[in-house]
């Protein structure tokens, strides 16, 4: 007994040590209650990201290891580098413009798409090391930081409702309504309603549980086979260093790393900003652990890259476990633990169907829309770029398109208004890089 108090007090104190508990005024159960609370709210992507990326021809159980081993890492090291208590993982958006854009829609291999993640990933690390990143980020007008974010929802949420069924193709229209008497589209509808409700009602993983509630249905209705819940983890050999880096520096897929490089900028530094004030973190002066979770959030992007996953970055779902408490490193190390865990559970994760993962996704597309009461609805050369943004990524079915559209715009008209002064240079770079593309090289 005497032992158990003692190994208690030295694990105790050992934390405190490493994340400083007292001086944020927290304690271990607090911070591991937190991390649950952040784990059950994102552990979604372990069966969204190998489905998406299993579309564009990956190995769904590489991927599947790729995701909990590079959540694991960049979370670990964002926890003991940083102390923060924010958790990272494929990013939701840029794993669907990997499969759909890149690999499907432009033809590009998925090793190649890959190489693209490492080099914006390099790129992404550099601009942070020589403090470039946070120059960047200030120069791009707000409504277009805006847009992005609205525009990617828009993008999942036209994928989302593929994936169920809903929509279908149509030579007339182009889309139309799908079959509604499918169980795979009933059981979709179904599990949508379920993750809302459940959100509302505060049910901690509601997501998860609404995909796991349709995967479930889907043994009985919807003619699936299940393949038990654990095992030994599959091989991450086939993703594992496959990625092509000099197929990646080609001309034509260029603007694949722009398009990866500015959006991990935007959505990695936003959602690191807006957690860390939510936890009271962001003290002026002492940014010497944003810094640090800069550096951590930029180096997880190339590390996922060479384990076989798309774009890793910060995870807003992280505001859930700073809701409950969470102020230090130690709640992201719990998710990080939680994650590596997740590795013996393969085989339900093989046997979660697109149209249980769909839910989730329209889910997340529309608490996306919501950054458009952000936006200057007063100022017609702030909204309508910013409109161009968000409706061109689903209508031309590409993230790329959408900013390239959307930079452009912004540019013209506030020259042709005469308030060119107003436009950061940086916006002006973007607008010519993309322009230029359209001109000179075509494309997507």
């Known amino acids: 007994m005497e032992q158990a108090i003692a190994s208690a007090s030295a694990g105790h104190g050992l934390a405190e040590r490493l994340f400083k ?110 403090g470039l990143r946070e120059q960047i980020v200030k120069g791009i007008p707000h409504s277009l930081r805006v847009a992005i974010t609205v525009g990617i929802g828009m993008f999942l949420a036209i994928i989302a409702l593929k994936s169920a069924g809903i929509v279908a193709a149509s030579k007339a229209t182009y889309v139309t309504l799908g079959d509604l008497h499918q169980p795979s589209v009933v059981l979709a509808v179904i599990g949508f309603f379920v993750i809302v409700v459940l959100d509302k009602l505060r049910v901690r993983g509601a997501i998860l549980i609404g995909i796991l509630l349709v995967t479930l249905l889907s043994f009985f209705f919807g003619g699936n086979t299940f ?17 092509d880096i000099r197929g990646a520096l080609s001309a034509g897929i260029l603007n694949v790393v722009l398009v990866f490089f500015l959006v991990e900028l935007f959505d990695a530094t936003g959602t690191l900003m807006g957690v860390a004030k939510r936890a009271g973190l962001l003290v002026p002066g002492k940014m010497d652990r944003m810094n640090k979770a800069l550096l951590a959030d930029s180096g997880a992007i190339f590390a996922g890259s060479l384990l076989g996953t798309s774009s890793t970055t910060a995870y807003i779902e992280s505001a859930s476990g700073v809701q409950a408490g969470g102020r230090t490193g130690l709640t992201a190390v719990t998710v990080a633990l939680l994650f590596l865990l997740c590795l013996f559970i393969s085989p339900l994760a093989g046997s979660v169907p697109a149209y249980a993962t769909a839910p989730a996704l329209f889910f997340v597309a529309c608490l996306m829309l919501r950054d458009l009461v952000e936006l200057e609805w007063d100022d017609s050369t702030e909204v309508v770029p910013a409109a161009v943004t968000a409706l061109t990524m689903p209508f031309t079915y590409s993230i790329a398109n959408g900013l390239a559209f959307g930079f452009i715009s912004y540019a013209v008209l506030k020259l042709f208004t005469g308030r060119a002064r107003e436009v950061h240079y940086m916006v002006w770079i973007i607008a010519a890089v993309f322009l230029y593309k359209f001109a000179f090289v075509g494309g997507h």
Request: charged share 5%.
């Open 21 to 130: 508990l007292g001086e944020h005024g927290t304690d271990v159960r607090t911070e591991l209650l937190a991390g649950l609370t952040t784990f059950l709210t994102m552990a979604y992507i372990v069966f969204v990201n190998p489905s998406i990326l299993g579309d564009a021809g990956m190995p769904k159980g590489a991927v599947f290891v790729a995701t909990c081993l590079i959540a694991a890492l960049g979370t670990t090291i964002m926890g003991l580098y940083a102390n923060y208590p924010i958790a990272l993982a494929p990013g939701m958006g840029l794993n669907a413009y990997f499969a759909y854009v890149v690999v499907l829609g432009m033809g590009y291999k998925w090793q190649v798409a890959l190489g693209a993640v490492f080099v914006s990933g390099c790129l992404f690390l550099l601009v942070t090391l020589t």
């Open 227 to 243: 393949a038990g819940v654990f095992s030994a983890p599959p091989s991450i050999a086939p993703t594992f260093l496959a990625l």
